[in-house]
């Protein structure tokens, strides 16, 4: 089974930094994209940072700048770092990952995964 385990959450003041990664294992043979969403309270979940196979990078309009995503494929891990954090970045953060991968002897499916989410919170 593929899993996405998160790390690197927790508390910043503002301005600071904070670097979440993100690393799938599993049976994997290719991450078609992967990144990271957030929700915070009483808003809809949205796409902070995300790269795909092909090294493409996307970035919300409100951390181009100051947010960086990168890729190990070695060790199928993204990195986001964050800086220059502001009170707004408060949220639950959330690694997502489309993977093709199998649970041997299963079938090769290609499916959207997503980690169990990390709280970022940065005080004033």
């Known amino acids: 089974q593929v899993q996405l385990v998160e790390s690197g959450g927790g508390s910043v003041q503002a301005g600071g930094s904070l670097r979440l990664t993100c690393a799938a294992s599993?049976?994997?043979?290719?991450?078609?994209?992967m990144g990271w969403y957030r929700q915070a309270p009483g808003k809809q979940r949205e796409l902070v940072a995300s790269?795909?196979?092909?090294?493409?990078?996307t970035y919300a309009d409100s951390v181009k700048g100051r947010f960086s995503i990168s890729r190990d494929r070695a060790k199928d891990t993204v990195l986001l770092q964050m800086n220059s954090m502001m009170p707004g970045a408060t949220a639950v953060y959330s690694c997502?990952?489309?993977?093709?991968?199998?649970?041997?002897?299963?079938?090769?499916?290609?499916?959207?995964?997503w980690g169990q989410g990390t709280q970022v919170t940065v005080s004033s």
């Open positions: 997502h990952a489309d993977v093709l991968g199998r649970q041997s002897p299963g079938p090769w499916l290609r499916r959207n995964y």
């Open positions: 790269i795909t196979n092909d090294n493409v990078s």
């Open positions: 599993g049976t994997i043979t290719t991450i078609y994209d």
